[in-house]
């Protein structure tokens, strides 16, 4: 069945470092990809997406691109701050009406 | 425009009892979704409702329900609680379908 992979944390960095997040899927079809953070204490807030092959998604700095050939959906920030230490979650959308599939989370820990 | 809001925020409950989640959905939204989260097994999906409707089911037992309302506010009942039901329950409304979901701040439930 389809499935979402994020390499394990937790991811520990220092202010101002260049952040990579692993992802990558397997499908059938076309799904949709984002990527959500989480705060301690509060759910999930859709941080990026993108629906189809080639696409870049970027909000706040961080970005990520869909690759379809590599299948991927990667997540990059050139210069991470303390306020972005959270937990961030890849996942896909195998088509519209269907449940979102998350991959485990991986926690992103910065320091000053 | 409120978000999604869950109550109650927590809840301790004995094993072998019930418990009844509340879901109050982003005005407009009329699907709502709810996932369990788990330190092990992460966001695993539990069902959705769509205009009072059950649309899509993930792989739990009969233990979990849910319904929906005519104002598509939701709720959720775990019957016969065991100390594996603990976790963090999150609901997320959507407003159109692959639109992004929109998560509440959790409902945690711990079963002792």
């Known amino acids: 069945g389809d499935s979402v992979t994020q390499m394990e944390g937790p991811v520990t960095l220092s202010e101002e470092a260049f952040l990579t997040i692993n992802c990558t899927y397997t499908a059938t079809g076309y799904p949709s990809l984002f990527w959500y953070v989480q705060y301690p204490g509060e759910g999930l807030q859709l941080l990026l997406k993108?629906?189809?092959?080639?696409d870049k998604g970027s909000n706040k700095g961080f970005e990520a691109t869909y690759r379809k050939e590599t299948t991927s959906f990667h997540l990059e920030k050139g210069s991470v701050q303390v306020s972005d230490s959270a937990v961030y979650f890849c996942?896909?959308?195998?088509?519209?009406?269907?449940?979102?599939?998350f991959g485990k989370g991986t926690t992103l820990s910065v320091s000053s | 425009k409120a978000g999604v809001t869950q109550t109650p925020r927590y809840l301790i409950k004995t094993r072998g009892q019930q418990v009844t989640l509340s879901c109050s959905p982003i005005s407009g939204h009329r699907s709502v979704s709810w996932y369990q989260q788990t330190p092990g097994q992460g966001l695993q999906f539990l069902f959705e409702?769509?205009?009072?409707?059950?649309?899509n089911k993930g792989n739990f037992p009969g233990r979990f329900s849910g319904r929906q309302f005519s104002n598509s506010r939701s709720e959720m009942n775990v019957s016969t609680l065991e100390l594996g039901d603990s976790a963090l329950y999150l609901c997320a409304s959507q407003g159109v379908d692959n639109s992004p979901l929109h998560f509440g701040n959790g409902t945690r439930l711990t079963v002792t």
């Open positions: 993108a629906t189809k092959a080639d």
């Open positions: 996942a896909l959308s195998p088509q519209a009406g269907t449940a979102l599939i």
């Open positions: 409702y769509f205009s009072e409707t059950q649309r």
